[in-house]
């Protein structure tokens, strides 16, 4: 009797196992479209002056484009940064608009997208 019972357990573990090892294995839905942002971040850093603004600004702007294609988000940052490189290239209202759709879309960075907004003000504009 227990070797039967032994038996049945030993035919049902691979059963068990690959069960265990198949919802181990799911996938999260994807939340943003990440798209060449991280590199570009660490390029700017790491290869400085190797890229213009304007290069990374077009690159960015393009991953906007497939994001939208997708139906996805872009990451957090992702406006900050594309507002960082406008006032790089003296486009200043458009850096100021880029931080303001950053403190919107993720509010923890509110107060210091403001603080940069804030700072980029000419007096009597935007």
């Not at 265990?20 to 990440?34: H, K, N, R």
């Not at 406008?86 to 923890?108: C, D, N, R, V």
């Amino acid at each position: 009797m227990e070797t039967k019972k032994l038996s049945d357990m030993s035919k049902k573990l691979p059963l068990f196992l690959l069960l265990a090892i198949q919802g181990c294995a799911s996938q999260s839905p994807v939340l943003y479209e990440w798209g060449s942002y991280e590199s570009l971040i660490y390029k700017s850093y790491s290869a400085t002056g190797k890229y213009s603004p304007d290069e990374h600004i077009q690159k960015l702007e393009a991953d906007y484009q497939v994001a939208r294609s997708k139906n996805r988000s872009v990451p957090p940052g992702y406006y900050a940064q594309l507002g960082f490189l406008y006032y790089q290239t003296g486009k200043p209202e458009e850096a100021a608009k880029s931080f303001m759709i950053e403190a919107e879309l993720f509010p923890e960075s509110k107060q210091y997208m403001n603080r940069l907004v804030n700072n980029i003000k000419p007096k009597g504009k935007l």
